[in-house]
T-cell receptor, first 115, second 112 residues
Framework: KAGVTQTPRYLIKTRGQQVTLSCSPI?????VSWYQQTPGQGLQFLFE???????NKGNFPGRFSGRQFSNSRSEMNVSTLELGDSALYLC??????????????FGPGTRLLVL | GDSVTQMEGPVTLSEEAFLTINCTYT??????LFWYVQYPGEGLQLLLK?????DKGSNKGFEATYRKETTSFHLEKGSVQVSDSAVYFC???????????FGKGNQVVVIP
């Protein structure tokens, strides 16, 4: 079974631009979560989507948004990019978001550099 | 809120040495605990997990036991190899919530 895939793998943008990152979960997985990884702040949770609905949201400004499609694929968007948004963005999928804590499987990430 | 604390700083050791990485957590309820590993230029790979107190997770020679009394989930390996060089993250997931809280990670360097 194919793993979590993320596109693009690398991206360079300039301040003020916007960017869209894509994530395809493992087949059959319905929950998709996004994380930001930086050297200073480590791994921080952005948001989680399940059945096209945002279920959880981390402490990030409204410039960060996401969505999920009916096939469980997800996108995240960052508008008005700032230098501090340079990071590795990781997507993770899990089987479902029920009462139990499901194991999350991570993609390789998209490395965003903002100049 | 829920949080995870890992020991500070990188860990450098010789091949075949014993590895321990400390992880403690703060959480309400009954979280699940995970260790993830990240190799250079890659995403996170699940190394092992434990879902309730006294459970022992194990994989590839690594072990960690969920200790509720000490709120700890320390990672151990009896004999490390150069290929174990990576960054190791301890993580916590609350029941009914797919939001993971991660520790800062520990860079492990194994010298031949």
């Amino acid at each position: 079974k194919a793993g979590v895939t993320q596109t693009p793998r690398y991206l360079i943008k300039t301040r003020g631009q916007q960017v869209t990152l894509s994530c395809s979960p493992i087949s059959g997985h319905r929950s998709v979560s996004w994380y930001q990884q930086t050297p200073g702040q480590g791994l921080q949770f952005l948001f989680e989507y399940f059945s096209e609905t945002q279920r959880n949201k981390g402490n990030f400004p409204g410039r960060f948004s996401g969505r999920q499609f009916s096939n469980s694929r997800s996108e995240m968007n960052v508008s008005t990019l700032e230098l501090g948004d340079s990071a590795l963005y990781l997507c993770a999928s899990s089987l479902e978001s029920s009462g139990e804590q499901e194991t999350q499987y991570f993609g390789p990430g998209t490395r965003l550099l903002v100049l | 809120g829920d949080s995870v604390t890992q020991m500070e700083g990188p860990v450098t050791l010789s091949e075949e040495a014993f590895l321990t990485i400390n992880c403690t957590y703060t959480a309400t309820g009954y979280p699940s605990l995970f260790w993830y590993v990240q190799y250079p230029g890659e995403g996170l790979q699940l190394l092992l997990k434990a879902t309730k107190a006294d459970d022992k997770g194990s994989n590839k020679g690594f072990e960690a036991t969920y200790r509720k009394e000490t709120t700890s989930f320390h990672l151990e390996k009896g004999s490390v190899q150069v290929s174990d060089s990576a960054v190791y993250f301890c993580a916590l997931g609350a029941y009914g919530n797919n939001r993971l809280a991660f520790g800062k990670g520990n860079q492990v360097v194994v010298i031949p």
